[in-house]
Structures are given as structure tokens and as C-alpha cells.
């Protein structure tokens, strides 16, 4: 035990030190006179009692007691003296000592240090307790707190306080009404103690709002309060306990948009697939009318304006499709310019007034090899967040242009190659991206949008489409400078591209074998078989599985191709195309489909393993696809 001793009479100190020794025989006692030599040994540390004399010249015994509660506030305090008054004895006990022995009765100063040091000890257990529990509640990441009737806050820990932006001292004492300044939620809260108070049962709210004072939008708890009673006490408090389910309910909202955009966009796959029949036949009757009509014809042109419209709302479906992200991916070889022309009318439809949408066109034709869907998903993402980035309006620029990539390439191209590439980009006047942001920019569900504005799948899925494509992405940005977001892709000749989209109303590849057509709708089995039997093809056509099955059965010569639709009723296209070929194993097969659903055909397509002509098709479309697959490897799928 080491003693601090206060005493500047060696006499006394001696019989002091003694009384000590007899009581433990290690004592260790650091004995001083004056405030310097005093203080030092305090804040040295290590002391366990003091002992102090009530008259000491110029630093006497209040003067000690006032320092130690300062430097050592835990260390037990005794006063020893001669004599002190009753009033003076009183005026000690009220600033912090812990006892007074009289130096005629030492015999007692043992029992007062046991008695202070038991004391010291179970304080110390309280105190670390305390701190425990202190320390529990403020790690809790949910509001935890006591509330008196009335709603004075007793106890609160971080996490409510930070909410309303003070420190958790700060709250102890005051309500919510004296730092809420949002009414309604005042009144919940307090409609809430009440319920507990009056019945003094638990009260729980499963989505309570709370919009902290620091900003950063409302919040959602789940909140449960219960009555509380204090032992020794019959004033009833209330406990309180929160968690934040903001994110579940953010989660929650979006799942419900989710499973009603899912319903919207399977009307909207439904309604693209018949629209897609009834083009087929639109475009192959526009299609018969230009083969037929001599130029100069004044029908010739009505036919010209009919397969126009066709195509056109050809790709309208494809953006509805595009939409319910049912689409099948179909790479074709298609001038960039022609897909910010055929987008421009959906995009200036996003935008409303104050925002300034300006097309900008290759001076030649930038031809790729990507999906067409897949390039307007792309522009369609991008221009969204970039009008997002500027809600007060602004200019957004999408334009297509040829670069020349060459060594060493950007660390953003990877996987590309040095040579020409096709450009397109979307550029705003937006308020632009900081480094952290950017740093981000690709990260799934990462996004600096409100709560239930963006999922962070954008620009993420925009690298996904370049990469599948074979290209590459980058962006540029600057906080208040806006962004521009390039997409390349490897340009290709112009003359295949010429060759691959002919005139319609040219001499189509010819053939002279025998095709078995299975489709239910009667107008485009007519056509088609009309189509195939112009270009010398021998047609076999069927309205279904049972036909199908039936002229199969009866052919007996080869049976070079099956061309089916996939979605049919009864037997589907996959179905057919098993049965026909354990008739005919020679046989090849080509799907055709407005909407090839869901399921395992889909795979094969989006894998290239089987040969696939999406709905709607004009003459010509066929006509190379038919000779493309038999005239290329057999596919054994």
C-alpha cells in the first residue's frame, strides 16, 4: 500500500507511520509539507490513500483535498488531525473526503483505511460497469435510449445522438421537440412514449421516419419501446431500441418497381411478338410489290413508303424488347449513324424542356458489328444519367465518329487492338464526377443518386455491352466541367456492309432444295412459302407439330432444312426440330421467332449453337439466311 502523507509536524508524522507499519508491515509512505512536493506525488501516480493534516503552514488540509479531487478524483482521501470542529468536519466530508481520524485515536486509522480502500475498490468495479455498459450501447449501431414521462432524454447513446447532430450530453435532459424540427415526426414520437406510458406495455413501430438534422435524407427505424422500472424507484421510464432498416426499405421499394417493370415488360415482349408477326407480313408483301413493280410505276412508291413504316416499327419492337430485356442478342453489321438517327425521337421523349439535345452524325457511315438493341441500350442508359447530372437543365451531345487507336493504347482499351474504331459518345454540361466517384464509377449498384433514383446498374451494364461487343469504354470527368462517356467499338469496311444490306427489290440468292416451313400463323406461312419457292426452293409447309411430323414421315426424299417458329401451339420449335430430325439426321435447322421466350433454346441462341432469324424479316433477310445455313457447317444442335 503506498500512503501519501500530508504533515509538517515530524513528531506526529512518526507515530502516524507507525500506526501504518502495525497495520501492514509493507507500507510505503511518501510524506510531504508543502503543495509542490504534494501534487508531484499525485500525478507521479501509484498512491492508494492520503492522509493529510487540517493545519499546514500555506497549504493546509482543504487546500489538499481540493487538489486531489482535481489530480486523483479516485484516490480515498482521510483527514488526521489534532482537532477540528464539528462544522469544519462537516465542510470535508461535503468536498469529497472520505473520513477524519483524530490523532489521539489512531487506533481507528486501519479500520478507516480498510473501510476507504473496500470503498475505492467497489467504486472502481461500478465505474468499469459503467464504462462496460457505456461502451455496449454506444457500439450498437441503432438509437438506444431511456426517456423519462414527459420525454426527457436520460440516457442515449451515439448513434441517436448523431442523428441529431449533438453530443449524447447534450440530449440528456431535453426532448425531441427541442432539437426536431419536423412536427409530424415529433408527434409520432411523442403519440409512441405515450402508448407505453398509458399502458405500460411495448409499443413497436416496424418504419418510423426520422430526418436527421445534418442532412443526408430520411431515414427508417424500426422502433420498440417498452416500460421500464428502476429498482428502488416508482417513477416508470421508458427504453427505447432502433434499428435503421433504411436500405431494407430502399431494397423493398425497388424490388416492387422491379416486379412492375417485370410485368410491363412481359405486355410489352407480348405485344412486340404479335407485332412482330404482323410486320413480317407487311414487310414481305411490301417486298413481292417492289419485285413485281417495274420502276417508274406510279404503286411503286406507296410500296416504298409501306416497307419504310415497316421497318420502322420493326424497330420500335426491338426497343420494347430491348425494354423487358427479353431480347435475343443478334450482332449485325449496322452504321452508328443510323442508330442515333433511329433513337433520337425516344431520347428527346426523356427529356423534357431545358435540356438541349443536339445528334451529331460521322461525315461517312461508321459501320460495326454489335445488336442494335444492345447499341440504343447503351445510348439510352447514358443520356438518362446525364440528364439526371443536370436537373436544372443543360446540353447533351450524342455523336458518333471514326478514331484511329494506336501503341501503346489507354489503360482503358483493354482488349483492344491498334487500328480504326467507331466512336460514340455521349457528352453533358452536368456538374461532372469527383476522383472517388470516378474511382466507383463501374461498381455494381454503386450510385450517387438518391435512395430510390438509380439501382447503380447504368454504367456498369453500359461496360458489359462494350465488352460482350468487343470494345471498350471511357469516360472523362471533372467536378463542374460535366462528362463524357465514349463507347468504341472496332469499325469494319464499308463494302460488306453495302453487300450485306442491298436493295431490296436485287436478285436474292437462289436454291433448289427441299425446306420443310413449320408456323402457325397462316399469313406468314403463306408468305414464307412464297418467299422460298420464288428463289427455287421446294416448300413443304406446316401449321404445326402434327403436320410437320406427317409430311416428315412422308418425304422420302432429303430434307435439307427445317425452318420453324419457336413458340407454337402444342409443340414448340425445339420439339419439332428433335422430332423431324430423328426422321431425317441430315436434316438443318433454322429458328424464326418474334419472341423466343424463355428456357433452354434461348442459351443455344445467345451461344451461337443453333441458327436463329429474329421476326420481323423481309424477303431478303430470309433468303441469306437460308442459304447461310446450308451452305455453312452442320449444326448437330
Do not use: C
Not at 431520347?347 to 424542356?353: K, P, Q, S
Not at 451494364?461 to 472496332?490: C, E, H, K, M, N
Amino acid at each position: 500500500m503506498h500512503v501519501l502523507h500530508l504533515e509538517d509536524d515530524p513528531v506526529d508524522a512518526e507515530l502516524i507511520q507507525r500506526a501504518l507499519a502495525a497495520y501492514d508491515k509493507t507500507v510505503k509512505v511518501t510524506l510531504v509539507d508543502h503543495r509542490s512536493a504534494f501534487e508531484t506525488a499525485l500525478q507521479e501516480g501509484g498512491v492508494d490513500i492520503i492522509l493529510s493534516d487540517h493545519n499546514v503552514p500555506l497549504f493546509g488540509g482543504s487546500d489538499a483535498l481540493a487538489v486531489s479531487r482535481i489530480i486523483a478524483p479516485e484516490t480515498p482521501f482521510i483527514l488526521v488531525t489534532g482537532s477540528v470542529n464539528e462544522e469544519a468536519a462537516v465542510g470535508y466530508m461535503k468536498a469529497g473526503a472520505w473520513d477524519y481520524i483524530l490523532k489521539d485515536r489512531l487506533g481507528r486509522l486501519h479500520l478507516a483505511i480498510e473501510e476507504a480502500i473496500a470503498r475505492a475498490r467497489q467504486e472502481r468495479a461500478l465505474s468499469n460497469q459503467e464504462l462496460f455498459l457505456r461502451t455496449i450501447i454506444d457500439a450498437a449501431p441503432g438509437p438506444i435510449f431511456v426517456k423519462a414521462r414527459g420525454g426527457k432524454y436520460l440516457l442515449v447513446n451515439r448513434a441517436l445522438a448523431e442523428l441529431y447532430g449533438v453530443s449524447p450530453a447534450e440530449l440528456i435532459g431535453r426532448t425531441d421537440a427541442d432539437l426536431h424540427n419536423v412536427p409530424t415526426e415529433v408527434s409520432a414520437f411523442h403519440e409512441g412514449d405515450e402508448q407505453v406510458f398509458q399502458h405500460v406495455a411495448p409499443h413497436r413501430v416496424p418504419e418510423m421516419p426520422f430526418t436527421p438534422r445534418g442532412g443526408g435524407g430520411i431515414r427508417w427505424f424500426d422502433v420498440t419501446k417498452i416500460p421500464l422500472r428502476i429498482p428502488g424507484e416508482e417513477e416508470l421510464r421508458l427504453l427505447g431500441m432502433s434499428t435503421d432498416v433504411t436500405a431494407r426499405r430502399i431494397m423493398e421499394q425497388q424490388l416492387g418497381q422491379a416486379q412492375k417493370l417485370e410485368t410491363i415488360g412481359q405486355l410489352a415482349s407480348g405485344v412486340a411478338h404479335d407485332f412482330n408477326n404482323a410486320l413480317t407480313a407487311i414487310l414481305a408483301s411490301a417486298d413481292f410489290l417492289l419485285t413485281d413493280l417495274p420502276a417508274g410505276d406510279a404503286s411503286r412508291e406507296d410500296a416504298e413508303v409501306i416497307r419504310a413504316a415497316a421497318v420502322h416499327a420493326a424497330s420500335l419492337t426491338r426497343q420494347l424488347h430491348s425494354f423487358s430485356r427479353k431480347q435475343v442478342v443478334q450482332p449485325q453489321l449496322l452504321d452508328l449513324n443510323k442508330v442515333i438517327k433511329a433513337i433520337d425521337g425516344i431520347l428527346r421523349r426523356l427529356l423534357t424542356e431545358g435540356y438541349d439535345l443536339q445528334s451529331v452524325p460521322s461525315a461517312a457511315p461508321l459501320v460495326v458489328n454489335a445488336d442494335p438493341g444492345q447499341i440504343e441500350q447503351v445510348i439510352l442508359n447514358v443520356v438518362v444519367n446525364a440528364r439526371d447530372a443536370m436537373p436544372e437543365g443543360g446540353r447533351i451531345v450524342v455523336q458518333a465518329r471514326e478514331v484511329i487507336l494506336t501503341d501503346p493504347l489507354p489503360t482503358w482499351a483493354e482488349g483492344l487492338v491498334p487500328g480504326p474504331h467507331a466512336a460514340l459518345s455521349v457528352t453533358d454540361t452536368g456538374t461532372g464526377m469527383s476522383p472517388e466517384v470516378m474511382a466507383r464509377v463501374f461498381e455494381p449498384f454503386f450510385t450517387t443518386k438518391l435512395p430510390g433514383k438509380g439501382t447503380g446498374l447504368g454504367l456498369a451494364t453500359v461496360r458489359g455491352v462494350a465488352r460482350a461487343s468487343g470494345g471498350a469504354i471511357d469516360i472523362v470527368s471533372a467536378q463542374g466541367q460535366g462528362t463524357t462517356v465514349t463507347f468504341y467499338l472496332p469499325a469494319l469496311p464499308l463494302p460488306a456492309f453495302k453487300a450485306r444490306t442491298s436493295d431490296p427489290a436485287g436478285k436474292p440468292p437462289q436454291g433448289s432444295e427441299t425446306i420443310l416451313l413449320v408456323e402457325d400463323a397462316a399469313d406468314i406461312r403463306g408468305l414464307a412459302t412464297r418467299m422460298l419457292a420464288s428463289a427455287g426452293y421446294r416448300v413443304l409447309a406446316a401449321e404445326g407439330g402434327a403436320a410437320a411430323e406427317a409430311l416428315a414421315v412422308a418425304e422420302p426424299g432429303t430434307l435439307h432444312l427445317l425452318v420453324t417458329d419457336i413458340l407454337m401451339p402444342g409443340r414448340s420449335g425445339p420439339e419439332v426440330a428433335r422430332l423431324v430430325r430423328a426422321l431425317h439426321p441430315e436434316v438443318r435447322i433454322l429458328y424464326i421467332s418474334g419472341h423466343p421466350g424463355e428456357g433452354p433454346i434461348v442459351d443455344e441462341i445467345l451461344q451461337g449453337r443453333v441458327h436463329f432469324l429474329p421476326k420481323p424479316f423481309s424477303k431478303l433477310d430470309l433468303l441469306l439466311k437460308v442459304r447461310e445455313v446450308l451452305d455453312g457447317p452442320f449444326a448437330p444442335g
